[in-house]
């Protein structure tokens, strides 16, 4: 999240968990560590994706190392997924390497990294006829890597599926995160529109279908965008106990209010990284509607699409 950032955040106090000069050290001690040729590949490439993970680490050398190295390291690590991503063929092969990758990369707890990682590969796909699902993932890096133009082609692929099943709900959560990423609707999202886009949430999984509607209107107040009465009734039906508390929320909301941006980046980070109340996605979700309060749109809003992804949507 701090990379996210583009205000620089203060020292982290004293009490922290974690002072930024420990991390910086920890970080600098990962990166020496996959710099290190005596080392096995497997222990150099773990070194290299901690560091990526912290925002902090050289992403060509992470990429060169990772592409050496990574059909050494068993399991389904993100080193051995980008490195069957950058050898496959142009076309479908590489489409679904790079998929896998950002599933790998999501399931690491390292996404934004992970996108930050194939962003060369990503940036340069052609969008291709290869399954609702794979252009969904696809379209969700690109979004992450700050490539909202290319994900955009990404969607006017899924238009163009016809009647390929999934395509249609593939598409209209694929819109709906373009529209975060740009704070601008790309499409209505109003009536019918907003009405697709909970149907296919609630065909991807019936159960945790109020949560993520609660959770997509809370991010579209974030970054300035109306939730239409569709979803507003359909968040209704969901009790935000996976929310960080008011209570928790108060000292956050005080320091955006009073625009003390400093503080507030300070609060975020600590209130995402730190905490543990409620699940990340709406914490993340807290940290950019407090962003946006305090005028930092542009980081409200890849929070703002950090927490889709992480929640899902």
Known sequence: MMRALSVPPPALPPLDAMPAEIARLQVAKEQMIAADPSASPTIRMEAAWRALRAGAADYEQSRQLFFALGGKVPGGSVARHYAAAASANDGPDKTIA????????????GYSAA???AHPMLRDLLALASGPDIALRIGRGLLTAGEPKAAMNWLRSLDGAGKVPGAMNAAARLAALVSLAEGQDVRP??????VLWIVAINGQDTASAPAKAALMAKLRRAVGLPVPLSLAGAAQAYASGNAPSTLELLPLQTASADMRVGETVLRALHLVEVD???DRAHRLAEAAQALSTAGLYEDARFLALEAAVEGDL
């Open 98 to 109: 790079l998929a896998r990758l950002l599933l790998a990369g999501k399931s690491d707890g």
């Open 115 to 117: 996108a930050e990682l």
């Open 189 to 194: 999202f109003d009536g019918p529109r907003a």
């Open 276 to 278: 543990t109340a409620g």
